[in-house]
């Protein structure tokens, strides 16, 4: 299995950013993938979870700006970042894992998402400026 990021980048606080991570090794849809973000001297949180019949769900630091989505015939996982913060600023990673997780991440606090994931990309910067 394998994850990879691409697309992230440096922007102004408003502007937009279209995170990709391509899977190989196994297809995607089948899976609960995620995106997480960690920015300097903090911990990783969850952002955005989407499940294998493409429903998504977002912590609340990013409801309402950001959306998740899934290309099945590319093997891709998106994420449309829109009305970017400088608070956004992290790097960000996508991961997989088992389909049932989906269904427990709403319960969880967002810093609690990472040792439920087996699969992470390496990450793609983002850095938002004011």
């Known amino acids: 299995v394998r994850l990879v990021e691409s697309a992230g980048g440096s922007v102004q606080a408003g502007g937009s950013l279209r995170l990709s991570c391509a899977a190989s090794?196994?297809?995607?849809?089948?899976?609960?993938m995620v995106w997480s973000r960690q920015a300097p001297g903090k911990e990783r949180e969850g952002v955005a979870a989407?499940?294998?019949?493409?429903?998504?769900t977002y912590t609340d630091t990013v409801k309402g700006r950001f959306t998740a989505s899934k290309d099945n015939a590319k093997n891709t996982l998106k994420l449309q970042m829109n009305s970017l913060k400088p608070d956004d600023t992290a790097m960000y990673y996508c991961?997989?894992?088992?389909?049932?997780?989906?269904?427990?991440?709403?319960?969880?606090?967002?810093?609690?998402?990472?040792?439920?994931?087996?699969?992470w990309g390496q990450g793609t910067q983002v850095t938002v400026s004011s």
């Open positions: 989407i499940d294998s019949a493409g429903s998504s």
């Open positions: 090794g196994y297809t995607l849809s089948s899976y609960c």
């Open positions: 991961a997989a894992g088992a389909p049932m997780l989906c269904g427990l991440l709403p319960s969880r606090h967002p810093r609690d998402w990472r040792p439920l994931f087996a699969y």
